[in-house]
């Protein structure tokens, strides 16, 4: 699944490419469930709508309509959006489809615009979807009631950080950092890219850590989170950027699957992955110590 920064690569992508154009035609192809929207809607408030904006929420995409309606699109494991224009560019899991002809057989809904340009939703695994929903209902919609603060706003302090994250004072900081509804967006990489940088053991448990060290940590969440979308996302072996190339943020990870190889801060001290919170996890003995 993709991560916060892969996403807004994709996002970026599209707000470039998509802002202002009319839909002239929108159609689920072979899978109903990844565009679960009743034709009356779509007539009603996709069809002649303009496109006003792009947004993000944690992992998930929003299209904003002139409508007052947005198509929210979650692209899961293996989807892809894929423009086809006068500039062409696919997004997400770096399969044939980003650069073939199609419709082809992962195509599950295609949207075309009044200019003949057109947006396709390709999704091998059917678990992605693209959902119709009144604007003002966005925020309403289960996980967007759940999900936590993002970590790159302004707004988002060390002090919100650390009142949220003491919520989960008994469980492992990794947990506590994967949790959603503490933080959006974080995953497994950037977890121990940050955990690492901080210098704190993913299996610590949250009581345990100081309030020094989480505003240390929050801080190199934003950090490894910036330059991943700077380098265009981590890709994770999934995903490519918003001009269908590959992220290339893991050539600078400083010890997500780096097992084996020497610490960057420890040259004689090779990074180990270890399972913490039902994850690979990749970390330095002598930078992280284990209070276990």
């Not at 503490?182 to 990489?189: M, R």
Request: with cysteine; glycine share 8%.
């Amino acid at each position: 699944m993709p991560e916060l920064p892969e996403v807004e690569t994709v996002r970026r992508g599209l707000n470039e490419l998509i802002i202002g154009k009319k839909v002239k035609s929108a159609a689920a192809i072979d899978s109903p469930k990844s565009f679960p929207n009743p034709p009356s809607d779509v007539a009603a408030f996709l069809i002649g709508a303009e496109i006003t904006s792009v947004r993000r929420r944690a992992k998930v995409l929003m299209i904003d309509l002139s409508t007052d309606y947005t198509l929210v699109i979650h692209l899961k494991m293996t989807g892809q959006l894929v423009f086809r224009g006068e500039q062409n560019f696919g997004a997400g899991h770096p399969s044939d489809s980003l650069i073939g002809e199609l419709p082809d057989r992962s195509t599950r809904a295609v949207i075309t615009f009044t200019d003949g340009s057109h947006l396709f939703f390709n999704d091998q695994r059917k678990f992605g979807w693209v959902k119709l929903f009144p604007t003002i209902e966005v925020p309403n919609i289960d996980f967007m009631k759940k999900v936590g603060p993002e970590p790159l706003e302004d707004i988002f302090t060390s002090d919100i950080f650390i009142s949220r994250i003491r919520r989960r004072n008994g469980t492992t900081i990794k947990a506590a950092i994967l949790d959603q509804t503490v933080l959006a967006g974080v995953g497994n990489i950037y977890a121990d890219e940050s955990l690492w940088g901080a210098k704190i053991h993913p299996a610590t448990r949250v009581r345990d850590v100081t309030d020094a060290e989480l505003v240390l940590l929050c801080s190199e969440i934003k950090y490894v989170m910036n330059l991943s979308i700077e380098k265009g996302g981590s890709t994770d072996r999934n995903y490519v950027n918003a001009e269908g190339k590959r992220g290339s943020y893991i050539d600078f990870a400083r010890v997500f699957r780096q097992e084996g190889q020497p610490c960057q801060r420890h040259a004689d001290v090779l990074i180990e992955k270890i399972r913490v919170a039902g994850r690979g996890t990749h970390v330095c003995s002598a930078c992280q110590p284990s209070e276990l």
